[in-house]
């Protein structure tokens, strides 16, 4: 069964600074990656996926990913920190079949918090 | 217009109540979401549908079930609500590589 793993439940950062949330995952085969933000009082929305090709991905608000398929991972990442990031990041991942069994699991989130 | 919109966006029941959370979305995509949303826990899968004749089951079902009534609606409902139930819900849809798209959440009271 797939799942997907955030084992911080809070990263604090000074704004300017390089900031990594953690996410790890399970699944089999090759596995389909995302991250999404929440802020407050709104719904998810959709920050940067990795399919297939370059292990780094870019992707919305300056923020990029990196996919390591050995370490079963896919961390998120920032060069430099803005206060307006602070928000709840979700990693998720979908098994790449097409069965009804290729649903899409979320992690339990990470606040990230950019002190100014 | 939103993407994929929910109906209510509040909702104050009390214990043993029947309730239905309704969603409905202009992507035109297959693949509809139901997730719950608690402190600590993330989002937790309820039910899923990849098209009008397929519902399935996800991590925690119990007490909630489904309908399905187009392509575009994706209804949820809690037969006998309890305490427990309470909680912010989503409702997603997801094109064909898994990029899902959210609706704003219905927050649910139970009392």
């Known amino acids: 069964a797939q799942s997907v793993a955030q084992p911080e439940d809070q990263v604090n950062v000074a704004e300017g600074n390089p900031l990594t949330v953690k996410c790890t995952y399970s699944?089999?085969?090759?596995?389909?990656l995302f991250w999404y933000v929440q802020y407050p009082n709104r719904g998810l929305q959709f920050l940067l996926k990795?399919?297939?090709?370059?292990?780094l991905v870019k992707g919305s608000y300056g923020f990029e990913a990196e996919f390591n398929k050995s370490q079963t991972s896919f961390h998120l990442k920032k060069p430099s920190a803005l206060v307006s990031d602070s928000a709840l990041y979700f990693c998720?991942?979908?098994?790449?079949?097409?069965?009804?069994?290729?649903?899409?699991?979320f992690g339990s989130g990470t606040r990230l918090s950019i002190r100014p | 217009d939103a993407d994929v919109t929910q109906t209510p966006r509040n909702r104050i029941t009390k214990t043993g109540k029947r309730i239905m959370l309704e969603c409905s979305q202009t992507?035109?995509?297959?693949?509809m979401y139901w997730y719950r949303q608690d402190p600590g826990l993330g989002l937790r899968l309820i039910y899923y549908?990849?098209?009008?004749?397929?519902?399935n089951k996800g991590e925690i079902s119990d007490g909630y079930s489904v309908s399905r009534q187009a392509q575009a609606k994706f209804s949820l409902s809690l037969e006998s609500a309890i305490p427990n139930q309470t909680a912010l819900y989503f409702c997603?849809?997801?094109?064909?590589?898994?990029?899902?798209?959210f609706g704003q959440g219905t927050r649910l009271t139970v009392v």
């Open positions: 997603a849809t997801s094109d064909t590589t898994g990029k899902a798209f």
């Open positions: 699944v089999s085969g090759n596995p389909y």
């Open positions: 990795y399919i297939t090709g370059d292990n």
């Open positions: 998720a991942v979908r098994d790449p079949g097409y069965s009804s069994a290729s649903k899409i699991i």
């Open positions: 992507k035109g995509h297959d693949r």
């Open positions: 549908s990849f098209d009008v004749k397929d519902i």
